[in-house]
């Protein structure tokens, strides 16, 4: 991978229109008094290089490493900057705008290893997805009629968050002075990132979507991996952490067969309830089709009647069935695809206090985020707030990742595949247990 130019001349090149490259000249020199009158509105604090995609974040930040420092450099530049990141945090500035290197502002730190400006950029994202989740939950309470609301009319200040495709480039007058300062958004100057207008994947979409098992993969049908056989190592390490000493006879309930990795590892230790819920027909049929190790023969195999089962239909509907049956499980997997992080909430929220059993553990799929190894260290805290919240403890295993054959776009594991889910060399295993 070729070397990233971090220079100043690279990031804010000469033809920066002139309101936008003041902004950002004056956030990579951290000239804290400078910048205040230049962020009396919040979306000067949002603008980007119409090129590089630099934001003021990322000037801030990028200005730390050891080449832009030269005679200047002294053992208070980064907490000047970590003053600078505040301010325009505190200003509305987006903590994971891309750049034209598909960096946010925490990539930068992280790769220049500036781990104190890593944090804050971590804790104005830890604070942004808290804030979007109550959002989130006011518009479902407000919506009676099932209409989808504008999200783009929420503005959210203190770290706020691009969401895929989005940016908000601005035009601050240039004579600094605080009542003057306005933001002019024209399209001719606005930065795309390269992710921005990728398709959506949602569970209404893959649930119709024809699936293909080839190859140590399972892929919809528009190229997307639902399930790859190098999620293998991390489904033994989640059997391990659920059942110690995989101990036989347990009651075990998953969500989300696939490619019944991780349920071959739970039949192997002879549950005494085994209860599988899948949605996607196909998966079904892959399911009943002979030499299946998960058939009608397997259902009836069970040490009683219905105790090894396949559930048809979408979780949301079947789990309330079973809690109305008052079912309990010693163990929980949660791995479902196309649905967004609110789902996996809901479940482990509403569901999982009444089903777990006392002594029980209940885990999930953990690649919230993994796309980018900011976006993952956001997320488990998130996540960690919210498991507290619903009355779970977690703990948490790190696990490496064989990278070898996943570091590349569309080669090796992920030939065939559309998009690479997974860029992490670590893999976070979380274990949770009810509180008390």
Request: charged residues 25%; hydrophobic residues 35%; aromatic residues 8%.
């Amino acid at each position: 991978m070729a070397a990233k130019d971090d220079s100043v001349d690279a990031r804010i090149p000469a033809l920066c229109p002139a309101p936008i490259s003041q902004i950002l000249y004056t956030a990579w020199h951290h000239d804290l008094a400078g910048l205040k009158p230049l962020l009396k509105e919040p979306e000067s604090a949002r603008v980007q290089e119409p090129t590089t995609g630099e934001s003021p974040l990322h000037a801030a930040i990028r200005a730390c490493a050891p080449a832009n420092q030269g005679a200047l450099a002294d053992d208070d530049v980064e907490e000047r900057a970590k003053a600078v990141v505040h301010e325009l945090l505190m200003s509305g500035a987006i903590w994971n705008s891309l750049d034209n290197n598909d960096e946010t502002p925490g990539c930068v730190a992280a790769r220049l290893g500036l781990q104190g400006l890593y944090t804050l950029c971590v804790e104005a994202g830890v604070r942004a997805e808290l804030l979007f989740g109550l959002l989130d939950g006011y518009e479902e309470l407000e919506s009676d009629d099932g209409e989808d609301e504008d999200e783009g009319e929420s503005e959210v200040q203190d770290g706020g968050e691009a969401k895929e495709g989005e940016n908000a480039n601005g035009n601050a007058e240039p004579d600094g002075a605080a009542e003057d300062v306005e933001v002019v958004v024209e399209s001719e100057q606005t930065f795309v990132p390269k992710r921005a207008g990728g398709p959506d994947v949602n569970s209404k979409d893959y649930l119709r979507s024809d699936l293909t098992y080839s190859d140590g993969k399972l892929i919809d049908s528009a190229q997307n991996g639902v399930m790859m056989a190098w999620e293998t190592s991390i489904m033994r390490a989640s059997v391990d952490a659920l059942l110690p000493g995989l101990a036989v006879g347990r009651r075990i309930l998953n969500i989300g067969f696939g490619m019944g990795i991780i349920d071959s590892m739970f039949a192997e230790t002879h549950p005494s309830k085994h209860h599988i819920i899948e949605a996607h027909p196909a998966v079904l049929e892959h399911i009943n089709s002979p030499g299946s190790k998960f058939g009608k023969e397997w259902e009836a195999s069970g040490p009683s009647g219905g105790a090894y089962k396949v559930h048809s239909g979408k979780w949301q509907e079947v789990v309330p069935k079973l809690l109305e049956q008052g079912e309990t499980y010693d163990a929980i997997y949660f791995d479902t695809f196309g649905e967004d992080y609110n789902q996996l909430r809901m479940f482990f929220t509403e569901y999982v206090p009444g089903l777990l059993e006392e002594q029980g553990r209940f885990g999930f799929f953990n690649g919230l985020g993994a796309d980018r190894k900011i976006c993952y260290d956001v997320y488990t805290q998130v996540v960690e707030m919210h498991l507290s919240d619903a009355g779970l403890d977690v703990e948490w295993q790190e696990l490496g990742v064989d990278m070898k054959d996943l570091e590349k776009e569309g080669e090796g594991d992920w030939e065939g595949v559309r998009r690479r889910y997974w860029t992490l060399d670590k893999y976070r295993l979380p274990t949770c247990t009810l509180m008390g």
